[in-house]
Nanobody
Framework: QVQLVESGGGLVQAGGSLRLSCAAS????????MGWFRQTPGKEREFVGG????????NYANSVKGRFTISRDNAKNTVYLQMNSLKPEDTAVYYC??????????????????WGQGTQVTVSS
């Protein structure tokens, strides 16, 4: 089982940037594909983006494409979400997630089975 801890959330003005980190422990990090999701009160959790075990494949939700970038450092057991050109509608609790996968493809949102506790991102207008 893998444990995930997010950090890096906070308050930022519209147009600003934040970088979220997700530190993994408990299992070999490079065995897992990683994803980022977000959720606001009263809404379903939304897929933000994912990255395969090697970092060679990534995909993003249309709402963040071109503004957010997912990366990973397998030596540091960490996945990152760089968020640029933030908008008030990006305000949410952001969660990282993991699924065991050695595939070159990025898993579908339904496949992720391990979750962090979330970190709040608030974008002011």
């Amino acid at each position: 089982q893998v444990q995930l801890v997010e950090s890096g959330g906070g308050l930022v003005q519209a147009g600003g940037s934040l970088r979220l980190s997700c530190a993994a422990s408990g299992r070999t990090f490079s065995w897992y594909a990683m994803g980022w999701f977000r959720q606001t009160p009263g809404k379903e959790r939304e897929f933000v983006g994912g990255i395969n075990w090697s970092g060679g494949s990534r995909n993003y939700a249309n709402s963040v494409k071109g503004r957010f970038t997912i990366s990973r450092d397998n030596a540091k057991n960490t996945v990152y979400l760089q968020m640029n050109s933030l908008k008030p509608e990006d305000t949410a609790v952001y969660y990282c997630a993991a699924v065991w996968s050695q595939s070159m493809r990025v898993p579908t949102p339904e496949e992720y089975g391990y979750w962090g506790q979330g970190t709040q991102v608030t974008v002011s207008s």
